[in-house]
Each structure stands twice: as C-alpha cells, then as structure tokens.
C-alpha cells in the first residue's frame, strides 16, 4: 500500500466514523426567533404587577434595582441608572429585549427544546431567579399567566 492509499483509507474510516457518530450526537439549542423573544418580552409586563410608587421596582418589567446597571452594561455597553431606566422606555426595552434572548435561548436548551416549558422557565428566572422554582403558589399563577399571554402573542403572528 502506498501514502496515497493510506490516506484515503483513513480519510474513508474517519468520514464514516464520523457520519456514524453524528446521529448520536444531542440536538442542537434551537435558534429563538425574533417573534418569540417579542412575545416573551410582552408577555412579561402584561403579567407584571401594577406598578406602585416606591416599590423599588423599574419600568413596565418590575425590575430590580440591581440588575439595571449591570443589564445595561451587559446589552448597551453603557451605564444606566434605576431612574434612567425607569425614564426611558425605549431603552428599558431594548435591555429587556436582550436579556429575554439569552434568557428564552438557555431556557430552550434546558427543555429540549420545547417552547412552552421554555417560556414558563424564563417566567420562573424572571420572577425568582430560578428557573424552576414556579411550582405551586402565587408564582406558578405568574408563570402560568406568562405562558397564556405569550401564546396569545404568538397567534398575533
């Protein structure tokens, strides 16, 4: 057998190990689309509580104080404070819009992939911090509120 031989040889085995391995291999995160990340991002304050001055909550979200700075550095590259986030809407919103992608992107992924149990863990994240902590009680109201809304959202589209 020469090198030319050798090579293909190796070439043929390696090809059809690989092709034999692929189909073992998990599935990939499924890409989150722009319309999913919209309808997260509404359904999410539609389902927030009324805001109620000094509640020490942020915009139509309910964010946290302490989150904003660092969301904003995350998604804008800028600093933003509690009352600058609070004053513009739209800037809130795109923050928001950015950390919902990532957000519904991991969820899907700790789901295989299946939308609706993504979308009720990032309701559980968004609320709680933890993606699975909406189990009975006034957060699984949330998050079942969440996931009625953003179906609603999605059969706009």
Known sequence: ????????????????????????????AQQ??????????????????PQAANDGMYSQWQVLPGNISRWAKFCTK??????????????AKTII?????DLLRDE??????NELTAVRRSACWWKTGESTACKSGPTATYADKVVSVYQQQRAKK
Do not use: H
């Not at 800028?78 to 800037?91: H, V, W, Y």
């Not at 899907?108 to 992939?113: L, P």
């Open 1 to 28: 057998m020469n090198l030319k031989s050798i090579a293909k040889t190796n070439l043929l085995c390696g090809s059809l190990i690989i092709s034999l391995g692929l189909p073992a291999l998990p599935a990939a």
């Open 32 to 49: 989150v689309t722009d319309a999913q990340v919209t309808a997260l991002v509404e359904a999410l304050r539609q389902a927030a509580p």
């Open 78 to 91: 800028q600093d933003l404070t509690p009352q600058q986030f609070e004053a513009d809407a739209a800037k």
């Open 97 to 101: 819009t950015c950390i919902v992608r």
């Open 108 to 113: 899907y992924q700790a789901s295989n992939n």
